[in-house]
């Protein structure tokens, strides 16, 4: 069976994390050089979902449609299942399977485990139990996909010496990063690491390093330092080979957790889609 295996990036106002996408789906290739990988985004970009479902349909007598997104919100539980039943309806002989989003497991856990340390490193590995960890999301309307960033937080918790770890995100929800940085200041940690929980850069990754030099001006007494982001790491690549392998090897498409669920039909039927609010 032809294969086509479809990477759905998020995409960024910021034109620097959509290369950065490309370059990883160039890597991704170079560990799989028999495979055939096309790349679209969701918003944001020059190839959105229609145009990419289209291209990876060509020639294809079966696409993998794997999201390369941390964790599952309204583009992952909406926006790309509707595009994806257009894109049945313009293909019918092309069999679609969509697979899972990253998630947060162990693997993850691993990743972040990691970069803590790294962080940690770069200054001079202090106490960590005087040493407060913020993990910083992007932030969701969608309560679950906010659950999944203080699910790894308190994983990491439970494999690390640090007493106090928090969560923030930079839009949507609270609490954001300036309240977790006051809490932690009024709580006595002499150091704060703050650790993106994002992919690759963009738009928000260059605002938390604005913000970044606001909170070293208001608080000159505490060491603050910011982490990189996840995108490179190994394990995320693995993860994918995961849930192409996953799909693979199911005798059905896989059924997302919110597929025929109350709330995505009510919103289908009463034209509520993705939105931004």
Not at 85 to 107: I, S
Not at 119 to 144: C, E, F, Q, W, Y
Not at 206 to 220: A, G, T
Request: hydrophobic content about 40%.
């Amino acid at each position: 069976m032809k294969e086509t295996v479809l990477l759905v990036g998020h995409g960024s106002r910021d034109e620097d994390g959509n290369i950065e996408i490309e370059k990883f789906a160039d890597n991704w290739r170079e560990q799989h050089p028999d495979w055939r990988i096309e790349v679209c985004f969701i918003e944001f970009a020059d190839i959105l979902l229609d145009e990419g479902f289209d291209n990876a349909a060509k020639d294809s007598e079966r696409v993998l449609v794997i999201p390369l997104i941390l964790n599952a919100a309204a583009h992952v539980k909406m926006e790309v299942p509707e595009h994806l039943a257009e894109a049945r309806l313009r293909h019918p002989n092309v069999e679609f399977n969509y697979g899972r989003h990253l998630g947060a497991n162990t693997t993850m856990l691993k990743v972040l485990r990691r970069k803590l340390m790294q962080l940690m490193d770069t200054i001079a590995m202090p106490d960590p139990k005087s040493t407060g960890v913020i993990i910083l999301g992007r932030g969701s309307s969608d309560k679950i996909a906010n659950g999944e960033v203080a699910k790894i937080a308190r994983w990491l918790w439970e494999e690390t010496d640090h007493e106090l770890i928090d969560i923030a995100f930079t839009g949507i929800t609270y609490p954001r990063l300036e309240t977790a940085v006051q809490r932690q200041v009024k709580l006595g940690m002499t150091q704060i690491v703050i650790q993106p929980y994002y992919l690759f850069t963009g738009t928000l990754i260059k605002r938390i390093d604005e913000q970044l030099s606001y909170l070293q001006q208001q608080y000159p007494q505490i060491r603050i330092a910011l982490g990189t982001y996840l995108g490179f790491e190994q394990e995320i690549y693995q993860l994918l080979d995961d849930n192409i392998a996953n799909l693979l090897k199911e005798e059905k498409p896989v059924m997302m957790e919110c597929d025929g669920c109350s709330y995505r039909q009510f919103a289908q039927e009463h034209g509520h889609g993705h939105h931004q609010h």
